[in-house]
């Protein structure tokens, strides 16, 4: 298994602010998963953070909105740009078990964030 | 596309009663299915998993069993307690290659009263 921290655990931002969560692994890996969660709903994957390349952003989310970095195995930042009141939700770090091929992940404690 | 249906919640049930919430899938290939628990105000755990037909997974008085036929990975609890109250997820991922995304259902609220 994998100890995920996050920071920071909760926040309230301002509407037009940025907010940076950093995302910290006890291990190496490969890949990491950011994840967000509505209030009320489900987790929808935002992007896939690969160490050395650009983030692979799922559909309906831009990379100016939601800049990644990764600059080692160990820690990725992702970024809520211009934020707006539709922006809070839970934001979720996850990494994927390498011993395991089953595609299980692990997941931080989030990063909750209300905007105002 | 795949993609994971849920009971819809809230479920309330007293203490010591049976819990069973339903999931069934769409997906293409032989995915691992998964049950994450989220209790109050914290992240997501893996509660258990089961990677192919018939495989059964447990933890903690949970079970799932992957069932091909009915496309379904159902969760039960022959006796809940209060300390399980929890939102539940029923997730799916694609087995093997190089795309571990998980898709998850839309979570099921569990309160579970004395």
């Known amino acids: 298994s994998a100890v995920i921290s996050q920071k920071p655990s909760r926040d309230i931002c301002q509407r037009g602010t940025s907010l940076t969560i950093q995302c910290q692994v006890d291990?190496?890996?490969?890949?990491m998963f950011w994840y967000r969660q509505q209030p009320g709903q489900s987790l929808t994957l935002i992007a896939t953070?690969?160490?050395?390349?650009?983030?692979?952003?799922e559909s309906g989310f831009v990379i100016d909105k939601f800049p990644i970095s990764r600059p080692n195995l160990t820690f990725s930042t992702l970024t809520v740009s211009n934020m707006s009141p539709e922006d809070s939700s839970i934001y979720l770090c996850s990494v994927r078990d390498r011993s395991m091929n089953t595609g299980e992940l692990f997941f931080g404690e989030g990063s909750r964030l209300t905007v105002l | 596309g795949n993609s994971v249906t849920q009971m819809e919640g809230p479920v309330t049930l007293s203490e010591e009663a049976f819990l069973t919430i339903n999931c069934t899938y769409t997906?293409?290939?032989?995915?691992?299915l998964f049950w994450y628990v989220q209790y109050p105000g914290e992240g997501l755990q893996l509660l258990l998993k089961a990677t192919k037909a018939d495989d059964k997974g447990s933890n903690k008085g949970f079970e799932a069993t992957y069932r091909k036929e009915t496309t379904s990975f159902h969760l039960e609890k022959g006796s809940v307690q209060v300390s399980d109250s929890a939102v539940y997820f029923c997730a799916l991922s694609r087995s093997g290659g190089s795309n571990y995304k998980l898709t998850f259902g839309k979570g099921t609220l569990l309160t579970v009263n004395p």
């Open positions: 997906a293409t290939g032989y995915p691992s």
């Open positions: 953070a690969n160490q050395g390349s650009e983030a692979t952003y």
């Open positions: 291990s190496q890996v490969t890949m």
